[in-house]
């Protein structure tokens, strides 16, 4: 389950670096059949990914900083993310390491919203062009689990920092 999460997660990101599209930026999503809401300003713009094989079900780049966010899905039972075993939720954050070139884990937090398990790691990571930092949020379904991630260089990320986590933490789990 954890190797699926991240590949996904990696794919999402991938594709949406090499991707770009001329939608209406601004956008207010609510996806009932991946059960999340979705609410993004006018700096970032959609991202055409319908024909991304075994990638991401939504994509965005910022064009402040050039970051892309990746929304992606895993069909995956999570008992134990819902038992709120924390030894499962070491096992996800180590997985992300041990499958992310140069991690270095900045912030780690697991919560709950709206009753769904969640957690959010914030990273660093060795990235094509240097160093990157990511946020990602993984929320746990009872029967799958949706990942986003957002990612920009690090020195970019410091100058939109705010903007960045906020879209990051302004993805929810809607049931």
Same mark, same amino acid.
């Given at each position: 389950?954890?190797?699926?999460?991240?590949?996904?997660?990696?794919?999402?990101?991938?594709?949406?670096?090499?991707?770009?599209?001329?939608?209406?930026?601004?956008?207010?999503?609510?996806?009932?059949?991946?059960?999340?809401?979705?609410?993004?300003?006018? %700096?970032? %713009?959609?991202?055409?990914?319908?024909? /991304?094989?075994?990638?991401?079900?939504?994509?965005?780049?910022?064009?402040?900083?050039?970051?892309?966010?990746?929304?992606?899905? /895993?069909?995956?039972?999570?008992?134990?993310?819902?038992?709120?075993?924390?030894? @499962?939720?070491?096992?996800?954050?180590?997985?992300?390491?041990?499958?992310?070139?140069?991690? #270095?884990?900045?912030?780690? #937090?697991?919560?709950?919203?709206?009753?769904?398990?969640?957690?959010?790691?914030? @990273?660093?990571?060795?990235?094509?062009?240097?160093?990157? %930092?990511?946020?990602?949020?993984?929320? @746990?379904?009872?029967? @799958?689990?949706?990942?986003?991630?957002?990612?920009?260089?690090?020195?970019?990320?410091?100058?939109?920092?705010?903007?960045? %986590?906020?879209?990051?933490?302004?993805?929810?789990?809607?049931?």
């Amino acid at each position: 389950m954890i190797r699926r999460l991240r590949r996904s997660a990696v794919i999402g990101l991938a594709a949406l670096a090499l991707a770009s599209s001329d939608a209406v930026a601004g956008t207010e999503l609510h996806d009932g059949a991946n059960y999340f809401a979705l609410s993004l300003d006018d %700096t970032w %713009t959609p991202v055409d990914v319908a024909g /991304v094989t075994d990638g991401p079900i939504a994509g965005f780049r910022h064009a402040d900083s050039g970051a892309v966010l990746a929304v992606s899905r /895993v069909d995956v039972a999570n008992p134990a993310a819902w038992r709120g075993d924390k030894r @499962f939720f070491r096992e996800v954050e180590d997985g992300v390491a041990a499958t992310t070139p140069g991690y #270095k884990r900045l912030r780690s #937090k697991r919560r709950s919203i709206d009753d769904v398990p969640v957690l959010d790691l914030v @990273f660093s990571r060795d990235g094509a062009a240097g160093i990157e %930092t990511t946020a990602l949020r993984i929320v @746990f379904f009872r029967t @799958f689990s949706l990942s986003w991630a957002v990612s920009a260089q690090s020195a970019v990320w410091k100058q939109h920092e705010h903007a960045l %986590t906020a879209a990051a933490a302004g993805l929810i789990p809607e049931r």
